[in-house]
């Protein structure tokens, strides 16, 4: 089942929990437009692959073979790149029923971290708000500066407010699991994880 920013899939044994939304990250209009992973990975692929090229362009004339062979090697640098430096970090979160209990696995570059603890440890799934100003205001006028320019002016708030859904444990700790500017979609969220992993639901509080 996916549901916009994250994806649950159930098993007879568990309900596990998807998502890349789980960092409280900057905001950044321009960034988010011309940066994705795609873009990162051309212009590292791009930069490298020059600098072999300025390497072996000296006192060594570079023929059509040779370019070819350059152009295959930033072919498997775009890959290489993509799949393994600028790939998708997702976490996962599993809610195993048979001895209720919660298991969350966060992305690592090379290791993944893990972590298991009884429902009994957990005192409630949440959500809290956050507020906070946009930083970047220079970015911020000229996207607007852009969409006035093309006809279609566009009202951007300079306060950005989201919602944290966090696993609140009895030692006072808070993990946070997902992160989403939209509540409904949040407390919609936490209805399906209620239905689908049913021991959670006496731990379960909506926004």
Excluded: C, W
Excluded at 132 to 149: G, H, M, P, T
Aim: proline share 1%; charged share 25%.
């Amino acid at each position: 089942m996916k549901n916009g920013n994250y994806k649950i899939v159930i098993t007879p044994d568990m309900v596990s929990f998807y998502t890349e939304n789980f960092l409280l990250e900057e905001r950044s209009f321009v960034h988010h437009a011309l940066m994705n992973r795609e873009v990162s990975s051309i212009l590292a692929s791009s930069f490298l692959t020059g600098l072999m090229i300025a390497i072996y362009s000296f006192g060594v004339e570079i023929g059509i073979l040779q370019m070819a062979g350059f152009i295959t090697i930033f072919v498997l640098l775009f890959i290489l790149l993509r799949s393994m430096v600028f790939k998708e970090r997702v976490l996962r979160v599993d809610f195993i029923k048979d001895n209720e209990a919660i298991r969350v696995i966060r992305p690592g570059f090379l290791k993944k971290g893990m972590e298991e603890f009884s429902i009994n440890e957990v005192k409630s799934l949440s959500v809290s708000r956050l507020k906070r100003e946009i930083k970047n205001r220079d970015a911020l006028e000229f996207v607007k500066k852009i969409s006035y320019q093309h006809g279609t002016p566009l009202y951007i708030s300079e306060e950005e407010e989201l919602y944290l859904l966090g696993i609140d444990m009895m030692d006072g700790s808070r993990k946070v699991i997902y992160v989403d500017r939209n509540i409904d979609m949040m407390n919609k969220l936490l209805r399906e994880l209620e239905r689908f992993a049913g021991f959670i639901k006496e731990k379960v509080v909506y926004a």
